[in-house]
């Protein structure tokens, strides 16, 4: 996308598109956002007949459930249970405040995504409001592709196959063969556990200053002086050093890109 406000709004139909079959956007830059809304949902009713209050219940569903959507089918899982483990391993209580840990791990979440929704936009949603699908259905089909093949890239096969158990599935002979609501939640599980491994080996560096300057203070007496308050600065300025939020930001994008 050439500008951010215009990608921004892509991102949000693709999710409507994914969730209601036929919200589309307007291409004008010119108009606000809603009015673009308006314009799909137009655009919907005249092709397929679908009575206005109807397609007004879609729009409703498709904002209540555009954070589950991306939460639950994008990278931001990994990213902000990360994010939680290094402010635990920090010990910094509430610092950095949930709203910039979440602000930072969206943004995050939508350069990791870009490509994606890219393939979304060029493979779905314009063919579509070009005419090229007959149906909506064809147009999800389409839009879930690219979606389905980046959460099997991260999807480990043994979560995947429990997932497949449970659901009393047979064992598929091509990634198509898995449905989507099987695909989900073992992409979910797959990302949790990742993030879990990844949250060790950031408390591995801290747990070792703590149990330094805990040691240190038993050795020289200093029984009632809490350890945190003095390992706090210590693993702050080693993290400023080591330019932590660098690496682990690195590491978390370059995660998805293996």
Same mark, same amino acid.
């Given at each position: 996308?050439?500008?951010?406000?215009?990608?921004?709004?892509?991102?949000?139909?693709?999710?409507?598109?994914?969730?209601?079959?036929?919200?589309?956007?307007?291409?004008?830059?010119?108009?606000?956002?809603?009015?673009?809304?308006?314009?799909?949902?137009?655009?919907?009713?005249?092709?397929?007949?679908?009575?206005?209050?109807?397609?007004?219940?879609?729009?409703?569903? $498709?904002?209540?459930? =555009?954070?589950?959507?991306?939460?639950? &089918? /994008?990278? @931001?899982?990994?990213?902000? %249970?990360?994010?939680?483990?290094?402010?635990?391993?920090?010990?910094?209580?509430?610092?950095?405040?949930?709203?910039?840990?979440?602000?930072?791990?969206?943004?995050?979440?939508?350069?990791?995504?870009?490509?994606?929704?890219?393939?979304?936009?060029?493979?779905?949603?314009?063919?579509?409001?070009?005419?090229?699908?007959?149906?909506?259905?064809?147009?999800?089909?389409?839009?879930?592709?690219?979606?389905?093949?980046?959460?099997?890239?991260?999807?480990?096969?043994?979560?995947?196959?429990?997932?497949?158990?449970?659901?009393?599935?047979?064992?598929?002979?091509?990634?198509?063969?898995?449905?989507?609501? $099987?695909?989900?939640? =073992?992409?979910?599980?797959?990302?949790? &556990? /990742?993030? @879990?491994?990844?949250?060790? %080996?950031?408390?591995?560096?801290?747990?070792?200053?703590?149990?330094?300057?805990?040691?240190?203070?038993?050795?020289?007496?200093?029984?009632?002086?809490?350890?945190?308050?003095?390992?706090?600065?210590?693993?702050?300025?080693?993290?400023?050093?080591?330019?932590?939020?660098?690496?682990?930001?690195?590491?978390?994008?370059?995660?998805?890109?293996?």
């Amino acid at each position: 996308m050439k500008s951010g406000s215009h990608s921004a709004r892509t991102l949000l139909v693709l999710l409507g598109l994914l969730a209601a079959c036929g919200l589309a956007y307007g291409q004008d830059r010119g108009n606000p956002l809603g009015m673009d809304i308006l314009n799909g949902a137009r655009r919907a009713v005249d092709q397929d007949n679908i009575s206005t209050s109807l397609v007004m219940v879609f729009i409703i569903t $498709v904002i209540s459930l =555009a954070p589950a959507i991306l939460v639950m &089918t /994008t990278s @931001f899982t990994r990213i902000i %249970v990360v994010f939680g483990f290094l402010r635990q391993a920090l010990g910094t209580q509430q610092t950095p405040p949930n709203q910039v840990l979440i602000g930072l791990a969206l943004f995050l979440t939508f350069f990791i995504m870009m490509p994606t929704y890219q393939r979304v936009n060029d493979e779905a949603l314009q063919p579509y409001l070009k005419g090229a699908f007959p149906n909506q259905t064809q147009a999800l089909d389409a839009a879930l592709k690219p979606l389905r093949e980046f959460m099997f890239q991260q999807t480990k096969p043994k979560d995947l196959k429990t997932f497949l158990q449970l659901a009393k599935l047979g064992r598929p002979n091509t990634p198509d063969d898995v449905p989507t609501h $099987v695909l989900i939640p =073992a992409f979910v599980l797959s990302e949790l &556990t /990742t993030a @879990f491994y990844m949250g060790f %080996v950031i408390y591995i560096p801290f747990l070792i200053i703590d149990m330094v300057v805990a040691s240190t203070l038993m050795a020289m007496g200093m029984m009632m002086l809490p350890p945190i308050f003095v390992s706090l600065p210590f693993k702050i300025i080693m993290f400023v050093i080591a330019d932590g939020w660098n690496l682990l930001i690195n590491s978390l994008v370059r995660s998805f890109q293996a």
